[in-house]
């Protein structure tokens, strides 16, 4: 009976959330081209609430109970999170006008690689070093007033132990305007002691996407806690990623300790 619940849900909760998707990256297509001719300012404002929407209505589909503390940044901002679960994109899209950096490996996913590229996720090639150059100027051409910047600066997601050493080569652009970064942390707890977080949720080493999302599709509610931290400002991108890893440290609530 258990088992027959959980696999309805998660059939339930993939269809609804596929038709969400599909029809938000289609608005948002449709906003991109239109809003271009008629008003241009108002292709990233119409993106941004769409996208709200649609993180509001998925953390309802996918059980996800999204708490903060602390106040979100506005644009124009250059923001860095943890990185733990595709799934971090919710409540970070769920409170902040923003667009991620992410690895150029998801613009090629099916569906999802086409439905990122119409949000306008900037892609980056982290096996190219040339690339890192080209999107720091790509970061200098879409930070704006009505739009800021989401960066994972540990490089991959982990099952949230700690938060991993920063990468500080995509913080140039903040270091060399002397900008002042923002920080937040994100944590996951699972209620289906079956299935926890730092497995069920987080999304890291060798895990299949596939097999890790219907299982995550099973849990009946996740509790989502997203804390904004200080910004810190340093004109030096290294120091800079330092200061900030052990800034996120400070917010981060553990998943799981070195046990597990």
């Known amino acids: ?10 059939i ?22 239109l809003f271009r001719f008629i008003k241009p300012s108002m292709v990233t404002k119409w993106k941004n609430r769409i996208i709200t929407i649609w993180a509001s209505l998925t953390a309802n589909i996918m059980g996800l109970n ?19 679960s595709y799934m971090d994109v919710v409540p970070l899209w769920y409170f902040l006008d923003g667009t991620f950096i992410a690895k150029s490996e998801i613009a090629s996913w099916p569906f999802f ?15 190219l070093q040339g690339d ?37 080569s ?9 900008m ?15 299935r926890p977080a730092w497995s069920h949720v987080c999304w890291w080493g060798d895990m299949a996407f596939l097999p ?11 509790d989502v806690t997203i804390s904004f931290g200080d910004k810190i400002t340093g004109n030096n991108r290294k120091e800079l990623a330092k200061q900030l890893q052990k800034e996120v440290s400070r917010l981060f609530v553990p998943i799981v300790d070195s046990k597990n």
């Open 132 to 168: 890192v150059r080209r999107m720091n100027n790509r970061v200098e051409e879409t930070i704006s007033d009505s739009e800021g910047i989401i960066l994972f600066p540990e490089g991959t997601s982990s099952k949230g132990e700690r938060v991993l050493p920063f990468n500080s």
């Open 180 to 194: 002042p970064v923002s920080s937040t942390a994100i944590s996951y707890c699972s209620v289906d002691a079956d």
């Open 212 to 222: 890790h999302f219907w299982e995550l599709l099973k849990i009946k509610r996740v």
């Open 113 to 127: 690689g086409w439905g990122t590229r119409t949000l306008g996720v900037l892609f980056i090639n982290r096996k």
């Open 66 to 84: 999204i708490s903060s503390e602390g106040l979100p940044p506005k644009p124009p901002f250059f923001l860095v999170s943890n990185h733990l």
């Open 170 to 178: 995509l913080l140039n652009y903040p270091a060399e305007k002397e």
């Open 12 to 33: 339930l909760r993939l269809i609804l959330f596929f038709l969400l998707t599909l029809c938000t990256v289609i608005s948002v297509g449709i906003g991109n081209i």
């Open 1 to 10: 009976m258990k088992n027959m619940i959980e696999n309805t849900r998660a």
